[in-house]
């Protein structure tokens, strides 16, 4: 057994029974092996036993590199494994490996010597699609584009000078440190606050919400307001990432009236809360820069705008000094009767154009009062009273006249139509001996043959009314 792992140290192509354990052959050796020949050997075991193979897998943790080489993870449900795509191999592919594909990678199986770990040497790429978690951030993404939670207009920009940080992160991650590290540098005047929460695992998402509604809600609990507020971590793969991908933290950033900063992961690394929240930063410690001025680069400019204000001084007093000086050796030199003959003069011709000038003014004052005094003469409404009093005496006197025509008119019509009434109405007819029977209900008795069925009649005269019964009679 010992010969055959000596051979397979020296490179020789050897398959091992399969039923004998790699554990085995190596306890029943006494020799104390080297880390570089133990991993030698696991090498060779995995190029015979597993050689070249296809897998499938999702892509993540994808890093290209400048010599061309691309490195990352091929991962599934329940496990993950380096991969490292060549530079000759990947410039033959026609597949662009994007974080979050799901992928089916041929490639061998072997051991990366320098640091003992086993990697899959890609050869050729097949696109079956994307992951999961990244159709899942794509489809959140596009959601809320749509509702608007990306629009720069609702963005609130970052103080210029804050006073008081919130940070929203693990308090035993790097990420916090590297942040506190920079803004003790930059500007040393400022307070942190710290909301420690999980930023990795499940469950992690509703921590970090917690956070952030804490730091936008202090003030009206009566606690520190902060003025910006920092939700990050360190790099990780998209799963370890995902929890900044959660909806909820996404409405929570929208929502916190506080302007926010999101600092996750590397440069590389995009998140759904950095593109809802209001500045983005590559990495945490970069959000530390964003968010404080540095304090050299201030006292810098203090300092020059020192030297341009005391430049400013010097010059405006070297100007009234000079000024001073030609005062002095001109027109002070002189006697003050030379010096106030001109000003005096000046003011004399201003009296005079100030005179001419009110009085001016004061004319065209008196001639419009006089005007608006006549058309309000004009207008007063005695003036309206008289004259629509005239109208209404002419209107009287045209009314009255027009009635007495009228009632005039009328009273002769009237005498006409009594005459006629007169003449043709009933009563002439009566006074010519004529006479009206009615039946007990009033109605007119108009023949004999109606007047015998009925019981009673009366009888009009032109002087009076009878009554009489009436009394059959044989025909």
């Not at 075991?45 to 943790?61: F, K, R, T």
């Not at 530079?87 to 010597?113: C, M, P, Q, W």
Request: contains cysteine; aromatic residues 6%.
């Amino acid at each position: 057994m010992i010969a055959m792992l000596k051979r397979l140290e020296e490179g020789v192509i050897l398959k091992l029974d399969k039923e004998i354990p790699l554990v085995m052959l190596i306890e029943m050796s006494t020799e104390a092996l080297t880390v570089s020949r133990l991993v030698r050997r696991m090498k060779n075991v995995l190029e015979i036993e597993v050689g070249e193979v296809w897998v499938e897998g999702e892509i993540s943790n994808l890093r290209k590199q400048a010599s061309g080489h691309q490195y990352f993870s091929l991962k599934d449900a329940n496990a993950q494994i380096s991969a490292v795509f060549f530079k000759g191999s990947a410039a033959r592919s026609k597949v662009n490996l994007e974080d979050g594909k799901k992928l089916k990678i041929f490639g061998e199986v072997s051991i990366y010597e320098a640091r003992g770990t086993m990697q899959l040497i890609v050869r050729k790429v097949e696109e079956i699609g994307q992951g999961d978690l990244q159709a899942r951030f794509e489809q959140l993404k596009k959601a809320l584009h749509g509702e608007g939670l990306f629009d720069q207009d609702r963005k609130k920009p970052l103080p210029p000078f804050p006073h008081r940080i919130g940070v929203v992160t693990s308090p035993t991650g790097a990420a916090l440190q590297d942040m506190l590290n920079v803004l003790s540098r930059r500007a040393p005047w400022v307070e942190v606050f710290l909301y420690p929460c999980r930023v990795q695992g499940k469950g992690a998402e509703k921590e970090i919400v917690a956070g952030i509604k804490r730091f936008g809600s202090a003030a009206l609990k009566g606690e520190p307001a902060v003025d910006v507020v920092i939700i990050g971590r360190g790099g990780g793969s998209l799963e370890d990432l995902w929890n900044f991908n959660e909806e909820e933290v996404a409405r929570a950033i929208s929502e916190c009236p506080t302007p926010l900063v999101s600092a996750v992961g590397h440069e590389i690394d995009f998140t759904i809360s950095d593109f809802v929240a209001d500045e983005r930063a590559p990495t945490p410690s970069a959000a530390a820069e964003l968010v404080v001025p540095d304090r050299e680069e201030l006292l810098v400019k203090v300092e020059a705008k020192r030297l341009r204000l005391e430049r400013h001084v010097k010059s405006v007093f070297s100007n009234y000094s000079q000024q001073l000086k030609r005062l002095h050796e001109g027109a002070l030199s002189r006697s003050s009767e030379r010096v106030l003959k001109e000003p005096q003069m000046r003011l004399a011709e201003l009296e005079q154009a100030l005179n001419t000038a009110f009085h001016s003014h004061t004319q065209r004052k008196s001639q419009a009062f006089m005007q608006a005094q006549l058309r309000l003469r004009s207008k007063h409404p005695q003036h309206f009273v008289e004259r629509r009093a005239q109208i209404l005496s002419v209107l009287k006197s045209s009314l009255q006249q027009s009635m007495a025509v009228r009632l005039e008119k009328h009273t002769s019509t009237l005498a006409r139509l009594a005459s006629l009434r007169s003449a043709l109405g009933p009563d002439s007819a009566f006074e010519r001996g004529f006479s009206i029977a009615y039946d007990e209900e009033g109605k007119i008795i108009r023949s004999a043959k109606q007047a015998r069925e009925e019981k009673k009649l009366t009888t009009r005269f032109h002087d009076g009314v009878v009554e009489s019964e009436v009394t059959p009679t044989s025909d």
